[in-house]
């Protein structure tokens, strides 16, 4: 067959029901054993990828909430990004809020004044073509009848 190599193994997929799934979650909490020192032992296979965490999220055996993760480097542990970013809230933070705030505000007066000067422009063009009034004339008494 064509672009197929004799010498890679095809892996037989492995299919877990819920109540042997279950099992394996459970040995897992309770040997103190590694995942894939469990995953080792009920599938003969060294790489277990992830799925004894997945189930324990599907079967409600740990909260799925991203906030909750903790990474541990070397004895210490590192906050997720969340609540880093509830850490930074500070007069620094603050200032750099209210200076983008400030840009964003900058850029919509420049956007209207441009609108402006485009229609402004845009009248005098259609009365000077045209021979018609357009603007208001200011100062002007009630139209006489």
Known sequence: ?????KDLEVKEVIYFDESEKRQIIEDYLQSGLT??????????????????????RELGYCPESKERKI???????????????????????????????????????HE?????????TMIEIAERELNISIKKKFNTGPSKK
């Not at 067959?1 to 190599?5: E, F, P, Q, S, T």
């Not at 894939?36 to 324990?56: D, N």
């Not at 930074?88 to 840009?103: T, Y």
């Not at 209207?112 to 402004?120: F, G, H, N, V």
């Open 35 to 56: 995942k894939q020192a469990i995953w080792e032992k009920y599938t003969g296979r060294s790489e277990e990828h992830g799925s004894i965490l997945r189930w324990m």
């Open 112 to 120: 209207s004044e441009m609108k402006s000067i485009a229609y402004e």
């Open 71 to 109: 990474t541990f480097i070397e004895g210490k542990y590192v906050m997720s990004k969340h609540k880093k970013r509830d850490l930074e809230i500070g007069p620094d933070f603050e200032n750099l809020r209210l200076q983008r705030r400030i840009l964003e505000l900058e850029k919509q007066l």
């Open 1 to 5: 067959m064509l672009g197929l190599r």
